[in-house]
């Protein structure tokens, strides 16, 4: 059986095994709520930042290093960068599949955006929609290899990954673009600071997304085909069009992660963004999402994100501490797919 109901759709596929025969309304949703991944990944949030809020406490009662106004910013800033991008991520592993690309897709991003704003003299408008294009082409030849060529989007997706980001060295032959140069960083774009341009564009995002995951046809679909694919052939869903999507859909919000990043760090660099691939898919797998497919949310892949936006933060703070942070994402991710396959193998 499947693990979507497509009668039912996603929400049926993340109750799990549903409320107890004598339960109430009211008591059914309140179980419902405290099962939902989403719920667990707040909490680790939450416990994170009490953590390092007691660690940190300074000594004297002074101005705590941690917890303060600035350095919350701070830390929305960057995760934004990975979370704008995660909301993609996560919506191809629920579909089933893999995106590798993310991170070199933010550099050749910058780079073409850099490039046309500076060299050829482009408006910043038409510049920023060039950047976005290199994601709409990204995700295109991701979709064709998985559903037309029929790779495995590990293999597709690496391929790619290795396009865009030697793309991204041969238009800069080494240099990097200074849009710092023409755009001072006093610009507020409808009189909002670049500082809270990233959290709010990822909290929009986050909130159009769950509810196109939640209550669309074609968002309750990549549950569908996540889970079972050849059932979701048989209920009449176009499969090859619902991983086109959410290829699609990936390579345009990790451009849109490249134009924020460029945006707020004023280059275009083509090593920029390394590794982030790790800390994108670690956020969506922390934030529920099954490498299965058929699980997860936009919301959790946003969680995830602070979860490892607060760790980047903190550890530098703590002496002897500063380099550990690859290390533990590396166990997080190793302890939570664990978790997720003894989960999976009992619910069978």
């Known amino acids: 059986m499947s693990r979507t109901d497509p009668q039912h759709g996603p929400a049926a596929a993340d109750a799990g095994s549903g409320p107890p025969p004598a339960a109430t309304p009211g008591r059914s949703r309140w179980v419902s709520l405290l099962r939902t991944r989403e719920l667990s990944t707040l909490f680790i ?3 994170e930042i009490a953590f390092f809020a007691w660690y ?3 000594d004297g009662g002074g101005r705590h290093p941690f917890v303060n106004a600035e350095n919350g910013l701070l830390i929305l800033k960057y995760s934004a960068i990975y979370g704008i991008a995660a909301i993609g991520a996560s919506m191809v592993i629920i579909s089933g599949g893999v995106d590798l690309a993310p991170g070199a897709v933010i550099a050749l991003t910058t780079v073409v955006l850099g490039h046309q704003y500076l060299e050829s003299q482009w408006s910043l408008l038409a510049s920023i929609l060039a950047g976005l294009g290199v994601g709409v082409l990204a995700g295109g030849l991701s979709a064709a290899l998985v ?3 029929r790779l495995p989007p590990f293999i597709a997706t690496l391929g790619v990954m290795g396009i865009t980001r030697g793309l991204a060295y041969i238009v800069t032959e080494g240099r990097f673009f200074d849009v710092s140069a023409r755009i001072p960083p006093s610009w507020a774009p409808l009189g909002v600071p670049l500082d809270l341009i990233a959290p709010i564009v990822m909290v929009v995002l986050t909130v159009v997304f769950h509810l196109f995951m939640r209550h669309v046809q074609a968002g309750r679909a990549v549950f569908a085909v996540g889970g079972n694919e050849t059932a979701a052939r048989y209920t009449g869903i176009q499969v090859g069009r619902i991983k ?3 290829y699609v859909a990936s ?3 990790a451009a849109l992660s490249g134009v924020i990043l460029v945006l707020g760090q004023g280059q275009g660099k083509a ?3 390394n590794g982030y691939e790790l800390d994108i898919i670690a ?11 058929g699980r997860g949310s936009v919301v959790g892949a ?3 994100t602070l979860i490892f936006g607060v760790l980047r933060n903190a550890l530098p703070q703590i002496p002897g501490a500063t380099f550990y942070d690859r290390l533990i994402v590396g166990l997080v991710v190793v302890v939570i797919v664990v978790v997720d396959q003894l989960l999976a193998r009992r619910q069978a």
């Open 283 to 293: 956020s969506a797998v922390i934030g529920g999402a099954s490498l299965s497919g």
């Open 271 to 273: 090593d920029l963004a």
């Open 302 to 304: 946003v969680l995830g």
């Open 56 to 58: 940190l406490w300074p």
């Open 45 to 47: 949030l939450v416990a």
């Open 251 to 253: 390579g345009v919000l």
């Open 244 to 246: 086109t999507m959410v």
């Open 147 to 149: 559903v037309l060529v």
